[in-house]
Nanobody, 123 residues
Framework: QVQLVESGGGLVQPGGSLRLSCAAAGSILSSYTIAWYRQAPGKERELVATISPDTTINYTDSVKGRFTISRDNAKNTVYLQMNSLKPEDTAAYYC?????????????????WGQGTQVTVSS
């Protein structure tokens, strides 16, 4: 497991951009598949994007073409560049170590959930 701290959220107008950071401590981040999740009030946590050690990337359909997940191994950090933000992107964003579990056709998070970073898109 890795220890992860999210940062970079804030208030932005529709169409604006933010870059979220997921910083790791206690392990080498490049050894793990890392995912960004988000959770809006009253809704369940939603997987947004994943990046594997070999930089295989997946996005949920609603963010394709707008969000970019990347990693900087030298800084032991995973980023989520969020462009063309929409009000429906408003949520608390979290990162976590994940593994694909073929039996359940889903990723499973393994690290302790942090506090996340709040993204609010509003005019």
């Amino acid at each position: 497991q890795v220890q992860l701290v999210e940062s970079g959220g804030g208030l932005v107008q529709p169409g604006g951009s933010l870059r979220l950071s997921c910083a790791a401590a206690g392990s080498i981040l490049s050894s793990y598949t890392i995912a960004w999740y988000r959770q809006a009030p009253g809704k369940e946590r939603e997987l947004v994007a994943t990046i594997s050690p070999d930089t295989t990337i997946n996005y949920t359909d609603s963010v394709k073409g707008r969000f970019t997940i990347s990693r900087d191994n030298a800084k032991n950090t995973v980023y989520l560049q969020m462009n063309s933000l929409k009000p429906e992107d408003t949520a608390a964003y979290y990162c976590n170590q994940v593994r694909w579990i073929a039996r359940i056709r889903d990723f499973v998070a393994y690290a302790t959930w942090g506090q996340g970073t709040q993204v609010t898109v509003s005019s």
